[in-house]
């Protein structure tokens, strides 16, 4: 069966999946901040003070946008997509592009920056659509159990 006539995915689940997957974003940051410790502790001999708030906000979103390419290109699927039996499809049921990613990650991005407004517009649209949804022409589809 086709992921188009998969029912679209509650909030709430979706939410759930952002949660699982933001441990391992973080976890993902702090490898990656303690590998620029290390190498600014190599070059200059000292320990860096903290970074400035553009250098963690670049670095944070880079981290999430190769994460979740990379997963939803690979399989439609991030760990905590699997955890809560939900895809990512296209509305045309094409493959997931480069460019989805980037307008989904940018506007997903954006709507947890200005306190998740995109997201709870979901609640309020009819198709349970969030900004990112729409900037993608992407949806998130729930795969019950017994149709998986």
Known sequence: MSLQNYPTAPLLRRLAALAYDGLIVIAL????????????????????????????LSLMFTICFLY??????????????????????????????????????GMGFFSLVIFGVGFF?????KQQRTWHDMASLTRIVYVPKDMS
């Open 121 to 125: 517009w979901a609640w309020l649209d």
């Open 68 to 105: 979740y390419s990379h997963s939803w290109r690979k399989g439609g699927q991030t760990i905590g997509m699997k955890a809560w039996r939900l895809r990512i499809t296209t509305l045309d049921g094409s493959h997931i592009r480069l460019s989805h990613c980037m307008l989904r990650t």
């Open 29 to 56: 940051y702090i490898m990656v901040g303690m590998v620029l410790v290390a190498i600014i502790k190599t070059i200059s001999g000292e320990f860096p003070g903290g970074f400035p708030a553009s250098v963690n």
